[in-house]
């Protein structure tokens, strides 16, 4: 990096009779890109509750735009290049966020000029080259949101990044006019990926501009959860994103791409013929006959139910099989081995995914929902398997089933992987239930942890939790910085193999069994009968 590039000392900048040493916080610098000045500031203004030990240290920047507005004639396309500024740009507060990302909360200002990130570094100096890890959220959320601060991940000596991308009907809109258009840029005549496209300029973003923070470009690993998980688990999958990253977290995500679940949770796709049907029933039911009269409505006539993942409605707005952002189906990524080859952790909630903690159902209801999802002879096989055939087993045995489908899928996702992928795959399953809550080991739960952010959460943590979290952000911060969850005091974490065992993290640590090995084959051999996603 050139000295015009380096991020230089302001003495106007620093707080009355504040010192700076070499080894100063970033936040005691303004630093100098390739867009404008930046002013950052201390994440803590006092020791946070937990343990980090560096948190003095910390800088954040909040609100740095890493491509340009999406409304106007921007909306329906790629993200595009961001303007730079004069002056210092104060980088105190979170930006806006993009509309359907946050159920309609006013907590958060809402507008299409939503492309910006978050970056919390621990660096003293730009020439430090720390580890970066990019966070993807899950839907619903937004990067301004408590539960995904960075400031624990950073206190390991990583700089970590969140940022904001599209989502309902301004992420994942398809229409052959928007079809058109982009096959004149890019060659492909395909639409509906703009969330994804978003979320691959983010990288790309940080890829060019992380080193002035203190990171280093050529060492970011991806990582998130539930929708995010898909984020990451699309970046790990695409050729636009090659050469980008050394590692992939992907947080309840993976699965058998037999498994039917593929198609309706976060990382559910659906094929272009489909989103472009959508796309024009869509259109019609906004009274606009061309993608310049949508253009022209304002944001909040965009704004639908059925928006993003999660709700439920006539809409169903999501990713898009264009075989330009996404090359293939999940199976032929993985037996054609177009993924990147990169270390990969991932795993589940115990509680999630199916299974309800605190479930109470009859035996009649066991069997009926039982009946719902599996067909003769898989049926019967199943409940022999699950027997929930008094009202004190019934709940149990739905809820295992469950459980074990989300162990066994990931792990036989990690077979796949392995068929033509030399990099290893760790995988998880999660049992903590965080206090002040009814839900078990919710979705979700673990985030808090794997963060090590107690300190931004309004619960009622215990020793244990922060305990707890000191371990579990121990693992994916060894993952982030060496491709590798295991280091010292840490219960050993084999990576994934033939052996039908998964990393039990939360209330135990260490590999227990998936399931019992009947149920495995089980579902191996149901699996084996499906079509593949």
Not at 152 to 170: E, K, L
Not at 176 to 181: I, Y
Not at 235 to 241: G, V
């Amino acid at each position: 990096m050139n000295q015009s590039r380096r991020a230089r000392l302001s003495l106007a900048a620093l707080a009355p009779g504040l010192l700076v040493g070499a080894n100063a916080a970033l936040y005691d610098t303004v630093i100098d890109t390739q867009y404008g000045k930046l002013q950052g500031y201390p994440a803590f203004t006092s020791e946070p509750a937990g343990n980090l030990t560096h948190w003095k240290d910390i800088a954040v920047w909040k609100n740095i735009p890493f491509a340009a507005t999406t409304g106007g004639q921007n909306r329906w396309k790629a993200p595009q290049p961001a303007s730079g500024w004069n002056g210092t740009r104060d980088a105190k507060s979170y930006g806006s966020v993009c509309p359907s990302a946050t159920s309609g909360s006013s907590e958060f200002t809402i507008d299409e000029d939503c492309l910006n990130l978050n970056i919390w570094s621990p660096a003293n100096s730009t020439d430090a080259k720390l580890p970066v890890v990019m966070w993807s959220y899950p839907a619903l959320s937004t990067a301004a949101d408590a539960l995904f601060d960075g400031g624990g991940m950073a206190d390991q000596g990583i700089v970590f990044v969140n940022y904001n991308y599209r989502t309902g009907s301004f992420g994942w809109l398809a229409h052959p006019e928007l079809s058109e258009e982009f096959e004149a840029v890019t060659g492909s005549n395909s639409s509906g990926n703009w969330g994804m496209l978003d979320q691959f300029a983010a990288l790309k973003w940080i890829h060019e501009n992380i080193a002035d923070f203190g990171g280093d470009p050529e060492h970011i690993t991806v990582m998130g959860q539930s929708a995010g998980s898909a984020a990451s688990q699309h970046i790990l999958n695409s050729p636009l994103t090659k050469g980008l990253i050394v590692g992939a977290i992907v947080e309840s995500g993976v699965r058998d791409p037999h498994d039917p679940l593929c198609t309706s949770l976060a990382e559910n796709y659906k094929t272009l013929e489909y989103n472009l049907d959508q796309g024009i029933r869509f259109a019609a039911s906004l009274n606009a006959s061309s993608i310049s009269e949508l253009r022209e409505l304002p944001m909040d006539d965009l704004i639908v139910s059925g928006g993003t993942f999660g709700s439920t409605s006539e809409w169903d707005f999501t990713a898009t099989l264009d075989y330009y952002a996404i090359p293939d189906t999940y199976y032929n990524t993985l037996v054609k081995g177009l993924a990147h080859d990169v270390p990969v952790l991932t795993g589940n909630t115990k509680d999630e995914s199916g299974a309800s903690y605190g479930l109470n159902i009859s035996v009649s209801t066991y069997l009926q929902e039982m009946n719902e999802t599996f067909s003769e002879p898989w049926l019967s096989r199943f409940l022999e398997q699950y027997n929930g055939n008094t009202s004190t087993t019934a709940s149990a045995a739905y809820n295992a089933q469950w459980t074990d489908r989300s162990k066994v899928g990931t792990w036989l996702w990690a077979s796949l992987w392995a068929t033509a992928k030399t990099n290893p795959v760790y995988t998880y399953i999660w049992d903590h239930a965080p206090p002040g809550q009814d839900q078990g080991a919710y979705h979700e739960s673990e985030i808090n942890y794997v963060l090590n952010n107690l300190y931004g959460t309004d619960l009622p943590w215990t020793a244990e939790d922060y305990a707890i979290a000191q371990k579990m952000n121990s693992y994916w911060a060894n993952f982030i910085k060496n491709g590798n969850p295991n280091g010292q005091g840490l219960t050993k974490w084999p990576a994934a193999g033939t052996d039908e065992t998964v990393q039990h993290v939360g209330n135990g640590w260490g590999q227990i069994p998936l399931t019992l090995e009947a149920k495995v084959e089980l579902f191996e051999e149901w699996f084996d009968t499906l079509v593949a996603y």
